[in-house]
């Protein structure tokens, strides 16, 4: 069993700064992959950013040169920098791990999301 709990999510005007954290606690063997989803109302979930076990890291267009992904994986944690928010980045973001356990079954786990509100 896994357990994510996400943290720092909230409400900031427009050209602002949030860092989302995302810690990971359980029956954890390894992290593989580490990744940051937002969702908005009435649409579907979408991919902001990844970073693999290796540091190597991937992002949507729409947030490229603003965000950052990075992890501590002596704590088992991703991190989001948010920079330069804007109104689109309203929405609730959630991180999702690719773990396995010590008999080395891979398991995908989610966090239970955070809002994030951009005022303009």
């Known amino acids: 069993q896994v357990h994510l709990v996400e943290s720092g999510g909230g409400l900031v005007q427009a050209g602002g700064s949030l860092r989302l954290s995302c810690a990971a606690s359980?029956?954890?063997?390894?992290?593989?992959?580490m990744n940051w989803y937002r969702q908005v109302p009435g649409k579907q979930r979408e991919l902001v950013a990844a970073?693999?076990?290796?540091?190597?890291?991937n992002y949507a267009d729409s947030v490229k040169g603003r965000f950052t992904i990075s992890r501590d994986n002596a704590k088992n944690t991703v991190y989001l920098q948010m920079n330069s928010l804007k109104p689109e980045d309203t929405a609730v973001y959630y991180c999702?791990?690719?773990?396995?356990?010590?008999?080395?079954?891979?398991?995908?786990?989610w966090g239970q999301g955070t809002q994030v509100t951009v005022s303009s």
């Open positions: 999702n791990i690719r773990w396995a356990n010590e008999v080395r079954r891979v398991f995908l786990s």
């Open positions: 359980g029956s954890i063997f390894s992290i593989n992959a």
């Open positions: 970073i693999t076990s290796g540091g190597s890291t």
